[in-house]
């Protein structure tokens, strides 16, 4: 389990500088051309002192209209515009006869400069459709394949990859997307945005490159980061795969600026623009952006140039702006910076037990560190073993260094909750930076308690985090709908998705486990309401209790529809508790199981 925490800080109407603003606490692609880079097109020694324009549009969805207004509205105020980007749902769903009729718009229209454009979820619905008037979702896909969709998409960005860089006038344009259709790839996955390592490693170089000189650096994906600009705090902010490893890129580069579309979020919302912070990153962090809809009528117009840029948010229907901030130049020669992220493996320790951790340093000031080395620092009579610690040594701008151990709690440890800090050090053992994350010791339950309320020492699931008190949604915490079975409602207990393993510390005080378990009346559902399409049976599975290492508990097999079993089970003397979810067939689709209920008697 992963504990990362970031902070988006509002923007506001103007960014002055970015140390000025305060800070909040807080398997390969399935189509061919996917995974191919881009050929960089620009440098940053290609920008002048001139100042450069282009626009940026989203979200069409088939408003052909909207589109030729908001392309007209555009060029009325700034006929100059070096290019334009279209930050995906270019299209309604995906026929090349969509991307033809927009192309159409695009060429009649006054303008000058490429369009870059990125992949959106409406870019792949067309599968849910016998043809362009009549829905078959029964029938999906309907003779489509994710090579199908990502040839149209390729073919009018005139890209052979989904992800890649242009030059407007000198300004570097980097553009990502998702190299998987992933409801294709995991039944228990929806329109989900997957980022290959080789896409990750391609845009951290990319950045490092055009962070030279400390001018802005713009980056695009369609989906928002969780928790970042206006309305990703819900559903729409859970679909990065990679969303850690997307912010640890982008948060060592305080020019950053990350443009995001899909909600369709008014631009007059106060966070429609953010600075976000991210552990082991720059202190300033990134800029976070959301773009509006063409559909809406609202557009983003940027200005680049050698003191920064500016971004406005325009209402086309209002004929107006409705926002504006200022991104200003960062200074490329500060001296070397160590920041330090850690992360470790699970929420809690029991006594005697051993947690590995990780952590990474990262230069994120403008010259080399000498030298670095990065050791722990845990309280007495607590041990560490380096599990994969690279040697010491030089960090240029940019480069991160990672290094493992296990952390190991006495058997004695009172119930506390510890925060394990890694530093980094030059040759003198002085600090150059910092990172810590807590570890809860964890004492033995007393009562009656839900096992949902105790911290958990394991966490293992199949998709995503295992849920409190919901059912397993997607990949992000507190995410999944309500625990329901045979359609009785729960409050409590834990959703999960095979394979999953669940444990939590008893220390012996505990006499008995008792639950309601079966599989969740919920059938994962994508944005094209697909049903289920007879690629797997509908979910199976086996849920297991075990007491120490004493199997408990078994059930049968477990299929969609059979009425919930009860469980109730001694588990005296026991130090820890596992509950464990098994695929039955070897396939983990629709395997979604509750632990409804789930409830230890304890001495008080």
Not at 96 to 108: G, H, N
Not at 540 to 568: F, I, K
């Amino acid at each position: 389990m992963t504990h990362r925490s970031t902070a988006a800080v509002l923007l506001g109407a103007v960014i002055a500088t970015a140390a000025a603003i305060p800070q909040a606490t807080a398997s390969p692609p399935t189509q061919a051309a996917a995974a191919q880079s881009a050929e960089p097109t620009g440098t940053s020694s290609g920008q002048d002192d001139e100042t450069v324009t282009f626009d940026v549009f989203s979200d069409i969805q088939g408003h052909l209209d909207d589109l030729e207004d908001v392309l007209d509205a555009a060029h009325a105020l700034d006929p100059e515009t070096e290019g334009l980007v279209i930050n995906g749902d270019i299209v309604d769903r995906g026929y090349s006869f969509e991307y033809d009729d927009v192309q159409a718009r695009l060429d009649a229209a006054d303008r000058n400069g490429p369009v870059a454009a990125t992949i959106g979820n409406h870019e792949a619905y067309a599968g849910a459709w016998c043809d362009e008037r009549t829905l078959c979702q029964p029938s999906w896909p309907n003779g489509w394949t994710e090579e199908a969709f990502y040839g149209n998409f390729l073919d009018f960005a005139e890209r052979d990859s989904v992800y890649g860089e242009y030059s407007f006038g000198g300004v570097p344009v980097l553009v990502t997307g998702t190299e998987r259709l992933m409801w294709w790839e995991d039944l228990n996955l929806d329109d989900h945005v997957y980022l290959s390592d080789t896409q990750l490693d391609w845009l951290d170089e990319r950045l490092r490159h055009h962070s030279r000189d400390g001018r802005p650096v713009f980056v695009f994906t369609h989906y928002p980061l969780a928790d970042t600009v206006s309305a990703s705090d819900r559903r729409a902010g859970q679909f990065h795969l990679q969303d850690a490893e997307l912010r640890s890129v982008l948060g060592a580069y305080p020019n950053a600026v990350l443009f995001s579309s899909h909600t369709h979020a008014d631009l007059r919302d106060d966070d429609w623009a953010t600075r976000v912070t991210v552990p082991g990153g720059h202190p300033d962090g990134f800029v976070a952006v959301n773009t509006g809809a063409v559909l809406n009528h609202q557009y983003l117009h940027v200005t680049s140039g050698p003191d920064g840029a500016v971004i406005r948010a325009r209402d086309t229907s209002a004929d107006t702006w409705v926002g504006r901030i200022d991104v200003p130049r960062v200074q490329p020669s500060s001296p070397g910076l160590a920041s330090v992220a850690v992360d470790v493996a699970e929420e809690a320790v029991a006594p005697g037990d051993t947690v590995r951790i990780e952590a990474t340093v990262t230069n994120v000031g403008g010259r080399p560190i000498p030298w670095a080395d990065l050791t722990v620092e845990v309280p007495d009579g607590w041990s560490v073993e380096p599990v994969d610690a690279p040697p010491a040594g030089r960090l240029t701008d940019g480069d991160r260094r990672s290094a493992t151990w296990d952390v190991t709690a006495p058997g004695d440890a009172a119930a506390d909750v510890v925060d394990v800090m890694v530093r980094a050090v030059d040759r003198r053992g002085d600090s150059l930076g910092e990172g810590t994350s807590p570890l809860r010791v964890p004492s033995a339950p007393a009562g009656t308690p839900y096992v949902s309320d105790l911290p958990f020492l394991r966490a293992d699931n199949g998709t995503g985090p295992v849920e409190r008190d919901l059912s397993n949604g997607a990949t992000a915490p507190g995410d999944g709908p309500a625990l329901t079975m045979s359609g009785t409602t729960y409050s409590k207990g834990l959703g999960t998705t095979a394979d999953s393993h669940t444990s939590v510390y008893l220390g012996g005080a505990c006499t008995r486990f008792t639950a309601t378990v079966g599989i969740d009346d919920r059938a994962p559902q994508a944005s094209q309401r697909r049903p289920h399409d007879g690629r797997d049976d509908g979910g199976d599975v086996v849920l297991s209790v075990r007491a120490d290492d004493g199997v408990v508990y078994e059930s049968v097999v477990m299929r969609r529809g059979d009425a919930p079993e009860q469980v109730d089970v001694d588990v005296t003397g026991a130090e820890r508790l596992h509950l464990i979810v098994d695929a039955a067939d070897g396939s983990t689709a629709w395997d979604y199981a509750d632990w409804a209920d789930a409830r230890l008697t304890c001495a008080s």
